[in-house]
């Protein structure tokens, strides 16, 4: 399908007189952005005279508030487009209806509650577990108890944790998923106001959101068009819907855009016979340049990986004819996996603590308002003020503590002189514990966030108040139950690590470090790339490339999931390396560290990705590197 026959046939499903709903797939290089905009242009230039009429708007969800901003700006902030994250748009819509969130609010912590007496009740008392456990029904019974008196919810994207007039981040798109499958107004209020709804990155969207805006669509399909904007092949987080294209109807419209615009002719055929073992998807590449691809093996046990790697970038600036391949911050390197950069980045301590934590390890590397609350915390407003303590910067100090503290709220409130001057004194006071603290060389983080939290200076989220209130050797004699799905242990663990671990692990999920890893770049493109992948380095479980080179056998449980239907690792780790060797433009090596480098280079042929020419085997360490 050409660019203009794709966008032909969603022009004529964006109509108020018989709105379609579609599904535009966009292949990695495709320009979805600069389609999606030109799809809004078109749209509010037929549409927009009747939209305005009935105050009506066109809306689109995205999933980063930069992907958001740089729509905007592309549309030059057309009022007749409302452009917000998911989070965003969920609490807009849902905000006026406080009584019906105090009703799901009261049966969700009902029935945690419930299954919170019943693991008390089964669990052994006096323990570290059973103390959270307790801790958070008291917190929970206190918020039931006075749900009664909340007169307005309030939301926010750094919400740490829920209070009984706030709700949490992850709280806000189950409301609203509730409300819109159980309110019909909530629906006509959402059909009224955007009866055109774009959902731009859908395969990483929300499964329990998506669900319930398909359930819209489908009751109200003659006023209401769904426009998806994505590719269920660069799906990369946990909670995107699996399976989206068998879950919408056959009516719906599938345009393509099956052209690359970004890589060259040899990359475009790369990625093209990774994803023939995925969904069978094809693109042609729109550059005459050739470029040219390389996989370098070698085996796990070499010890040398740095010198590896730097011997493969010399071969690419010969085979490529790019010197700029010769230095390594010309390249971008994709580490696959976190705990490879953690080890290269100095935050391997910190990233440990979350080991045997899977859905919190995964949280915290999100980014924007999918990511975890506590880093947000830890990242916006603790990092930036004990650095400006530590450096003696009285003027982004005062800055950021009042836009966060609150002490100097208390202060700006008080109108008795002397109650002023008693808050002003206690931050200053504050201030000199904190600079005491905050030593960024061997002190744990632990340190400089007590002081914060004992001199009231920033609020700090439950979990982290929490550990530092109960810091204490434990009453009970008998071992600890070990909870492996704490986020308390967890970050009992992480605050008791290096402070500066957290500021290079903070610089790395901001992309700030010199090399990232597939949620840092989805969307991103670089001449030249160089992509790392290192199962026995790695120690993850998520994704195995062994699997997908052969050197790994399937496990019992990827083969029940499979005969289910449901995913394994293999597609998982496939659909992971379709997005990293589609970020390279001109060239890109591929460095495999493997169990068996001879069976790699066998599956990598047979497989069709790389040709013999195209394959550098180690070969007595990296002397043998051509």
């Not at 078109?42 to 689109?60: E, I, K, M, T, Y």
Request: glycine share 6%; aromatic share 8%.
């Amino acid at each position: 399908m050409t660019l203009t026959n794709a966008l032909d046939e969603i022009s004529s499903s964006v109509s108020l007189k018989a709105p379609q709903s579609f599904f535009l797939y966009a292949g990695a290089g495709a320009g979805k952005t600069a389609q999606l905009v030109s799809v809004l242009g078109d749209a509010a230039n037929r549409c927009g005279p009747a939209l305005r009429a009935r105050g009506s708007q066109f809306c689109v969800i995205t999933y980063t508030n930069a992907a958001a901003e740089e729509i905007q700006v592309r549309l030059g902030r057309d009022p007749l487009v409302q452009v917000s994250t998911i989070h965003s748009f969920s609490w807009e819509l849902i905000r006026p209806f406080t009584k019906d969130i105090a009703t799901w609010l009261r049966t969700r912590l009902q029935r945690d509650l419930a299954d919170l007496a019943d693991a008390e009740a089964s669990g052994r008392s006096g323990t570290r577990v059973s103390e959270r456990r307790l801790h958070n029904i008291e917190r929970k019974t206190l918020r039931l108890e006075t749900l009664a008196e909340v007169r307005q919810f309030r939301y926010s994207p750094l919400q740490t944790s829920p209070t009984a007039h706030g709700l949490a981040h992850a709280e806000v798109l189950q409301a609203a998923a509730h409300l819109l499958s159980e309110k019909p107004v909530l629906q006509e209020l959402l059909i009224g106001r955007f009866p055109f709804l774009f959902i731009d990155e859908v395969q990483d969207t929300n499964k329990v959101f998506m669900d319930a805006i398909l359930a819209v669509q489908i009751a109200h399909s003659t006023r209401f068009c769904v426009g998806l904007f994505g590719d269920t092949m660069q799906r990369i987080y946990a909670d995107g819907k699996e399976r989206l294209e068998e879950a919408i109807g056959p009516e719906w419209k599938r345009p393509a855009l099956e052209v690359n615009f970004r890589s060259t002719q040899r990359i475009v055929q790369l990625v093209n016979s990774i994803r023939a073992d995925g969904d069978g998807r094809t693109q042609t590449a729109h550059s005459a340049n050739t470029g040219v691809v390389r996989l370098f093996i070698a085996d796990e046990e070499s010890e040398d990986r740095a010198e590896f790697e730097t011997q493969a970038r010399t071969h690419m600036a010969l085979s490529a004819d790019d010197s700029d391949w010769s230095s390594a911050t010309s390249v971008k390197t994709l580490i696959l996996e976190h705990s490879l950069a953690a080890a290269r980045h100095g935050f391997a301590e910190f990233l440990q603590a979350f080991k045997d934590n899977t859905r919190l390890r995964q949280e915290i590397f999100g980014r924007d308002q999918g990511g975890s609350a506590i880093v947000n915390f830890l990242g916006t407003q603790f990092l930036p003020l004990v650095r400006a303590i530590a450096g003696r910067d009285n003027l982004k100090t005062e800055r950021i503590l009042r836009s966060h503290s609150p002490l100097l709220a208390a202060e700006t409130d008080a109108r008795n002189p002397e109650t002023r001057a008693r808050l002003v004194a206690a931050v200053r006071r504050a201030v000199t514990a904190v600079r005491d603290a905050a030593v960024f060389d061997g002190e744990p983080l632990l340190s400089p966030l007590t002081a914060v939290h004992r001199s009231k200076l920033l609020a700090l989220p439950d979990v982290l108040a929490y550990i530092i209130d109960h810091s204490g050797p434990t009453s009970s004699g008998v071992e600890d139950e070990i909870d492996r799905d704490s986020a308390l242990e967890s970050w009992r663990l992480a605050v008791g690590v290096d402070l500066r671990q957290f500021e290079r692990f903070y610089e790395y999920i901001l992309g700030r470090a010199p090399f990232d890893t597939h949620q840092g770049v989805k969307g991103l493109e670089f001449p030249r790339v160089m992509v790392v992948l290192d199962d026995k380095a790695a120690g993850g479980f998520l994704f195995r490339y062994g699997k997908l080179f052969g050197t790994t056998p399937e496990s019992k449980t990827d083969q029940e999931n499979a005969a289910a239907g449901r995913e394994t690792a293999s597609e998982r780790t496939l659909r992971l390396f379709y997005v990293v060797c589609s970020r390279a433009r001109d060239s890109l090596a591929v460095v495999l560290y493997t169990s068996d480098p001879q069976a790699a280079r066998t599956a990598a042929i047979r497989r069709g990705w790389f040709t013999e020419d195209e394959i550098v085997l180690e070969s007595g360490g990296v002397s043998g590197m051509p």
